[in-house]
């Protein structure tokens, strides 16, 4: 028993010194190394001590320093003088100020002292009379003679003669609110004239004559119609126009009122006074010896004067009327005869 414990006490003293002797060794390499630092560390030293003598020996390193010193002397002195030339330019704009407002000051005082004279040395008598300008008279346009006629005119607001424009008249005109098949298509080619080919004037006629029995009672309504012309021309300020004369303007403006900016036909109606002092002068049939009634106008589609419809005979208008009347109440009749049947029935 006592051997073994001796082994092992052993075994125990000999790690402990093995542990002692490492860390011996350890702190041995660090004494070292921390010797061999210092040691590097005052060489180093050294070396720069003398390279600073021979550097602070050597001329060209001083002729650099001297070099440096007035390179930054130089500056401090260009610094002051802008300084200094700051200083004055404000000192001079500040003097220019005061200069300014002194001189205003005078120029005030001198007005003052002006207006107080004029007010002491005003004239007493009365103002002299005003002079007398003469103006030229002023040229008068001719006046246009298709406007004067017809009431329209091709160039509008561009015709260089005048338009004298009523007020209120007893003639209306519905401007464009006639219109068939070839009015709408067959005339946008100005110069295709094969196109009127294709319709027959009975055609023509017979859908005027439609337009006529739908359209003249409703203007009748407002009062009793003396004319009514509907144009045939092909030119765009007279194609479809529709004339309308009344007994007396207060019918005319009781329509206007009614009728404009309606719609007939999917467009809108539009309506304006016109005076037409002679219709003779401005229908083309009896301007030209009745020319356009045998299709004979010379001037064709440019002609400027009314082309206008014949008007049916107004009785047609009457057996219309009584016409649909009579199928209004034979209607009726049929109705009040099915409905006694049914009950009959029931």
Not at 9 to 38: C, D, S
Not at 87 to 103: A, F, G, P, S
Not at 108 to 137: D, G, R, W
């Amino acid at each position: 028993m006592d051997i073994r414990i001796d082994n092992q006490l052993f075994e125990k003293m000999k790690l402990n010194l093995i542990e002692q002797f490492k860390i011996y060794r350890f702190l041995i390499k660090k004494l070292r190394r921390q010797l061999f630092r210092q040691q590097k560390a005052k060489e180093r030293d050294e070396n720069l001590r003398l390279e600073e003598i021979q550097r602070q020996n050597d001329p060209l390193y001083q002729a650099w320093i001297i070099h440096q010193e007035n390179i930054r002397r130089q500056k401090e002195i260009e610094e002051e003088e802008e300084n200094q030339k700051a200083q004055k330019l404000r000192k001079q704009h500040e003097q220019m100020e005061i200069q300014k407002k002194e001189q205003l000051r005078k120029e005030m005082e001198e007005k003052q002292k002006e207006l107080s004279l004029s007010k002491i040395t005003a004239p007493t008598h009365n103002p002299f009379p005003p002079i007398q300008v003469t103006i030229a008279p002023s040229i008068e346009r001719p006046v246009c003679s298709f406007y004067l006629k017809t009431g329209v005119c091709r160039y509008n607001e561009r015709c260089h003669r005048t338009h004298n424009k009523p007020d209120i008249t007893n003639t209306l005109l519905a401007v464009n609110m006639y219109s068939n098949f070839e009015m709408q298509y067959g005339l946008d080619d100005e110069y295709d004239f094969d196109i009127g080919l294709e319709f027959e004037e009975s055609e023509r006629y017979e859908n005027f004559k439609d337009f006529y029995y739908d359209v003249l009672p409703e203007f009748e309504r407002f009062g009793h119609v003396i004319i009514f012309k509907v144009c045939a021309n092909s030119e765009i300020h007279l194609r479809g126009n529709v004339y309308i004369q009344y007994e007396t303007d207060y019918q005319a403006m009781q329509a206007y009122k009614a009728l404009n900016t309606r719609y007939y036909a999917g467009r809108m109606v539009q309506c304006q006074f016109v005076n037409i002092p002679s219709w003779s002068a401005a229908i083309c049939g009896k301007h030209t010896d009745g020319l356009f009634e045998h299709g004979k106008c010379p001037k064709g589609r440019r002609c400027n004067y009314l082309h206008v419809f014949r008007n049916p005979p107004l009785k047609s208008i009457e057996k219309n009327k009584d016409e649909s009347s009579r199928k209004n109440k034979r209607s009726k009749s049929r109705d009040r005869s099915n409905k006694r049947k049914k009950k009959s029935r029931h």
